[in-house]
Structure formats: C-alpha cells, structure tokens
C-alpha cells in the first residue's frame, strides 16, 4: 500500500527496556520526521532525516536514537524507556508538489 | 520561524461556514502560512497553504489580509467529519527549512 505505515500502532513495555518505533514510507521522499505529541504540548519533534544517513535532532532528542540506512525507513529507539516517554508518537515524510508533510497513524506507547 | 495565536477552540453549524482566524503579526516576508488539522487520534493533515493571496482547493479556501498579519481558513460547508483540531503554522520558505512548529490549535465541534 502506497503510504506512511508505523508500527506498532500499540506498545505497553517496562522502565528500562529497549523499544524500537517502526516508521515505513513508499514515495521515496528524503526528508523524514519523528514528533511526540502529548496533552498540554502539541506535536515537538524529536529527530529528522533529510536523506539515508543523514539525522539530526530536533526540539526533544534526549532519551531517543534514529537510523536511516535506507530512504524508506526510518525507525525510532528508546534504549531505557521512561515513563516520561509515554505519548503518542507520529512519524512523517516530507514531498508532495507543496513539500507538505505527510503523517502516519501514530503508535501509542505506554512505558510502566 | 513566527509565532502564531489561534482561539482554543470554536463551534460551527452542519452545513454552515466555518471561520478559522489566526494572527501572525511578525510573519516575515518569506514565510508561508500552512494550515493542517488533525481528527481525533489520527496524525495531522495538510490542508492547504499560502503567502500573500488567496488561495483555493478542494478542502478549503485560505484568506490572508494585505499586512499578511492574520490568516482565515474557511471551511465552506462544514460537515461533522471536520471536527478537528486546526493548526496555523508559519514557516520558511527557505531551501533548508523543513521544520513544522506546532501550537495548541484550534479545536472546532461542527454542531449536527
């Protein structure tokens, strides 16, 4: 399916445990974003892409690490997830004649 | 990129035009104005943009005054599927931007 996937669309995990965010996308577009959106906050980025290889951090990057050996994906780690990770994360791409972004569903992590 | 302030919420009529204002009186003169909103546990939308005139598509018409201070997204014919949280965004036009700034939004109830 043509699109941006994440996955998983749901996580309960541990404090401490490793957990890594899928994000999948099929236009080939170079720049890729990882936001977190809780209540009171908005969606904050936390790390982009603009091409395989290439990451940099955005608003809120400590606790998080990215990888983008690839143009299509983009993946998430928590390497000792804390309760304060718990939110609701969206990856997203960046293409389109207007250079539009173009969000996934989300996944939704619980960290207890 | 600049600031923008948009009501925390708003209520419409099915059917009726809805109003989305929004002010960004220190927009500089290359940034654009980009509206996106986000249904219920969805990831956002991109809706339409614009810099300095009016712009149309299918989804909504985008009013800038002449200062380009404040912007109007109108819904013309609201239905209960736009019940959504609407994000005003300012952002460069610049080559290397590619950040999107999130505020708090407004959130319209369309009113069966």
């Known amino acids: 399916d043509a699109g941006i996937t994440q996955s998983p669309r749901y996580k309960i995990t541990e404090t401490g445990r490793q957990v890594t965010l899928m994000c999948h996308q099929t236009?080939?577009?170079?720049?890729m974003f990882w936001y977190r959106q809780d209540l009171g906050h908005g969606l904050r980025l936390i790390y982009y892409?603009?091409?395989?290889?290439?990451?940099d951090k955005g608003e809120v990057p400590d606790g998080y690490v990215v990888s983008r050996s690839k143009t299509e994906n983009f993946p998430l780690t928590l390497e000792s997830a804390t309760r304060s990770q718990t939110s609701v994360y969206f990856c997203?791409?960046?293409?389109?004649?207007?250079?539009?972004?173009?969000f996934g569903p989300g996944t939704r992590l619980t960290v207890l | 990129d600049a600031k923008t302030t948009q009501p925390p919420s708003m209520d419409c009529a099915e059917g009726r035009a809805a109003n989305l204002p929004c002010n960004h009186s220190?927009?500089?003169?290359?940034?654009?104005v980009y509206w996106y909103r986000q249904i219920h546990s969805q990831g956002p939308q991109y809706i339409i943009h614009?810099?300095?005139n009016n712009e149309t598509n299918e989804m909504a018409s985008l009013i800038i005054t002449e200062d380009r201070k404040s912007s109007t997204l109108i819904l013309p014919h609201a239905t209960l599927r736009d019940t959504a949280v609407y994000y005003c965004?300012?952002?460069?036009?610049?080559?290397?931007?590619?950040?999107?700034?999130f505020g708090k939004g407004t959130k319209l109830s369309v009113i069966p």
């Open positions: 892409s603009a091409a395989a290889d290439i990451t």
């Open positions: 236009w080939s577009h170079s720049y």
């Open positions: 997203a791409s960046r293409g389109g004649i207007y250079n539009e972004q173009f």
């Open positions: 220190t927009i500089s003169g290359n940034e654009y």
């Open positions: 614009g810099l300095k």
């Open positions: 965004i300012v952002r460069s036009s610049g080559a290397g931007s590619y950040q999107l700034t």
